[in-house]
């Protein structure tokens, strides 16, 4: 069975800080995401990798950056946590689709 | 751009009713549709899902059906339960190959009454 960790399930960080969040997936699946998911507006595409080192922007990637230095492990940065950065952060990987998630984890940027 | 629109945004049922969810999409190339069911607190869990080559497709209570024409699918759920309370999203593969990228409606929050 597919195993997708998300090193946190809350977290809470304060404005201006350097935050990371750690996505990890056990079944050598080459896709990886970023979702950031609000009541109301769905999932949405921060930023995805379909390879190590291989990253393209979503649909909502200001503010954030990633990083893949492994296949098995992405990360998702936020430089400087705003408050309007405060949601729900899913992760997913895949090959040849679906997409497999990740528990999630629950940012508050106070 | 690319767009899944989704309706409607809640639905309400009494239990043993039937439920619809109705997706639209932008990308004529689309080919791949999944539907993703969240409980409360959880992952988002594929429950089906349907390629471009195949009009329908049923599992159990749950079926999906493809209009390629009229560029949408829908999600149909037959003599629900309480159990199937939850937010149900669609999404589509736009053109972009071998990447696996999906765009995803912005959920359908079913309540199933007993």
């Known amino acids: 069975d597919v195993k997708v960790t998300q090193s946190s399930r809350y977290l809470v960080k304060r404005t201006g800080e350097k935050v990371f969040l750690e996505c990890v997936q056990d079944m050598d699946h080459e896709n990886m995401f970023w979702y950031r998911q609000d009541p109301g507006l769905g999932l949405r595409l921060i930023y995805f990798s379909y390879d190590v080192k291989m990253k393209e922007k979503g649909d909502i990637p200001e503010g954030y950056s990633v990083s893949r230095e492994k296949k098995e492990r992405f990360s998702l940065i936020l430089e400087s946590a705003s408050t309007n950065q405060t949601s729900m952060y899913l992760c997913?990987?895949?090959?040849?689709?679906?997409?497999?998630f990740g528990d999630g984890t629950r940012l508050s940027i106070l | 751009g690319e767009n899944v629109e989704q309706h409607p945004s809640t639905l309400s049922v009494q239990e043993g009713d039937s439920a619809v969810i109705k997706c639209t999409y932008s990308?004529?190339?689309?080919?791949?549709f999944p539907w993703y069911k969240q409980e409360l607190g959880k992952r988002p869990q594929l429950i089906i899902d349907?390629?471009?080559?195949?009009g329908e497709k049923k599992d159990q209570r749950i079926a999906v059906t493809l209009n390629k024409t009229a560029k949408h699918f829908s999600l149909h759920i037959t003599e629900t339960q309480p159990e199937d309370s939850a937010v149900y999203f669609c999404a589509a593969s736009p053109r972009r190959r071998g990447t696996d990228k999906l765009i995803f409606g912005t959920g359908t929050r079913l309540q199933v009454f007993p």
């Open positions: 349907i390629r471009s080559n195949v």
């Open positions: 997913a990987s895949s090959i040849n689709q679906p997409q497999h």
């Open positions: 990308d004529s190339a689309s080919n791949y």
